[in-house]
């Protein structure tokens, strides 16, 4: 017998070829048993950490040890147990039916239960790495990367296989493990996950093919914009870009930051707004969200520059381009909205300012972008975990888990007495001490004298709106969200930045 001591809880795997603790198999224990212990075909005995000295745990151990049974024992949480067994009865044996030989429909149930495992625990991605001696798997939660399970490696590959190939709609006929793919989910399995939709992508690695899947919710709840976390004050601004119809309003951000939902929450508001008179329409690649009374579209074969062009032509009030990637789709974006339409877009970049330095540097004509009745507004977001309010610990009393510098900046730029840290973690947050994510954003309207500013320097820019014009950075969002406790500095400086970049960058004075 082996003992594996892990103080966390152990990744379990999400099909095990036989449970040989169940029913009819040779080491299969009681019912009150099953609660506590299962003993998987790969050797590997769960023991609930709650029971690990129980009577009827050490007298299973004891049998299989006179058996000379070599197993090593995994301590994890007894509702894991129990997810355990069910999600093998809930498999339809799917372990039994590939050994008998069968293949793509009982992979396609897997797949389905991998899922929906994720879509129950909200994640937005699931990573499929296929290393050398298994299939990894991976949910992305609240922003962080958990193990979810794994499969043999053989079984690993036709796991893929059967994803791309008999599940997706792609451009590619087969599924080819050594280059780059991107796809989507057929609808019917969408449908029976519980999703609006999944884009899939996948990438050759050293070890073999990773694949990922991006989850697209919609739970037909219209949310509003004060529950994505933005500010009073923000709000405020949102909503004067939302009351008209004209000129170009870019929403920005990272990969992950959530643009996709807010962008989809401000032209829900802005049809609303309007009594649904408008014609919006939007070009995505493809739809993640669905926006009501929006016509929308998928880019299909033309690219982004074709789309737009011929998108105008289609009488629209207000167009939403997913994302101007390069000069022509730029351009192309410029051109409608000079043309009187309204044009909500998205592009990559860490902060509001940038997204002006972005539109420059993808070759729109400066005269374009810096005229502030032709570009509305900047809206650029980050998110980060939001505390379980049950389980999180005062800063004065958890702050010795923090590195000395970070303690520094906590103590110089926030209110120490108001700011919690990351807890232990409880029955309401299942132990993970988060209860969901939160947006820290910048909302800029820029004037004339801003981008007069601008075109001399963005450093100055940034000053500028800052201290004349009353702008809020991300780092003033971030501090403020942590004086009322809501979140915990060291997430915040690695979703965010450091709570001194304001200081260092601009000189701001504490928010």
């Known amino acids: 017998m082996t003992n594996l001591n892990i103080s966390n809880i152990s990744p379990l795997p999400i099909l095990a070829r036989r449970l040989l603790s169940a029913p009819g198999e040779r080491w299969e224990v009681s019912a009150e048993l099953m609660k506590m212990v299962c003993l998987t075909d790969d050797m590997r005995l769960y023991v609930s950490n709650s029971h690990q000295n129980h009577i009827q745990v050490m007298s299973y151990q004891e049998r299989l040890d006179f058996n000379a049974v070599d197993y090593e024992v995994v301590y994890v949480r007894v509702e894991e147990i129990d997810r355990l067994y069910r999600s093998y009865s809930s498999a339809d044996n799917v372990t039994q039916l590939l050994a008998n030989g069968h293949g793509t429909s009982d992979f396609q149930k897997l797949v389905v239960q991998v899922i929906t495992k994720a879509s129950e625990l909200e994640a937005s991605d699931v990573h499929l790495m296929l290393e050398e001696s298994a299939l990894e798997i991976k949910y992305r939660v609240h922003g962080d990367l958990e193990e979810a399970g794994q499969l043999h490696k ?3 590959s036709e796991f893929l296989s059967s994803i791309y190939a008999s599940m997706c ?4 006929e087969f599924y080819k493990p050594h280059v780059s793919q991107d796809a989507r989910l057929k609808k019917e399995f969408v449908t029976k996950c519980g999703l609006f939709g999944a884009r899939v992508a996948t990438r050759p690695m050293m070890t073999g093919p990773l694949m990922v899947l991006r989850l697209l919710y919609d739970n037909g709840q219209k949310r509003k914009l004060e529950e994505l976390g933005y500010l009073a004050e923000q709000i405020l601004q949102m909503r004067r870009l939302i009351h008209i119809k004209k ?3 870019v929403v920005s ?10 962008l989809q929450v401000l032209l829900q508001e802005l049809l609303e707004h309007f009594q ?13 969200y669905k926006i009501a009374g929006a016509n929308q579209t998928e880019l299909g074969v033309d690219d982004w520059a074709l789309s737009i062009k011929n998108a105008v032509r289609l009488d629209p009030d207000v167009l939403m381009v997913g994302e101007m990637r390069d000069f022509e789709s730029a351009q192309a974006a410029f051109r409608g909205a000079l043309t009187g339409h309204g044009l909500w877009t998205t592009l990559h970049t860490q902060d509001a300012i940038s997204s002006i330095q972005r539109l420059l540097d993808l070759g729109v004509d400066s005269t374009l972008v810096l005229d502030p009745s ?17 389980c999180k610990i005062p800063y004065n009393k958890g702050k010795s888990g923090l590195k000395p510098d970070l303690q520094l900046r906590v103590e110089k730029f926030c209110t120490p007495d108001t700011v919690f840290v990351k807890g232990p973690g409880c029955q309401k947050c ?12 910048e909302v800029l309207l820029p004037n004339l004298e801003f981008m007069r500013v601008f075109s001399v320097s963005k450093a100055e820019a940034k000053a500028y709106w800052v201290h004349e014009m009353g702008g809020i950075t991300k780092n003033a969002h971030s501090i403020r969200q942590l004086n009322k406790g809501l979140v915990d500095p060291f997430m915040v400086e690695g979703d965010v930045g450091p709570l001194d970049e304001d200081f260092m960058t601009i000189g701001a004075a504490k928010p």
Do not use: M, W
């Open 253 to 262: 951000g990272v990969t992950g930051s959530g643009k996709s939902v807010t």
């Open 247 to 249: 000129g170009i309003v």
């Open 374 to 390: 032709l570009v509305k507004g900047f809206i650029n977001q980050s998110l980060t975990r939001v505390l379980c309010s049950e």
């Open 276 to 288: 649904y008179k408008i014609h919006l329409l939007t070009i995505e690649d493809p739809p993640e």
């Open 154 to 156: 053989t079984e690993g």
């Open 430 to 441: 299942k132990g993970k001490g988060v209860s969901g994510r939160t947006v820290i954003a």
């Open 169 to 172: 709609e792609a451009s590619d």
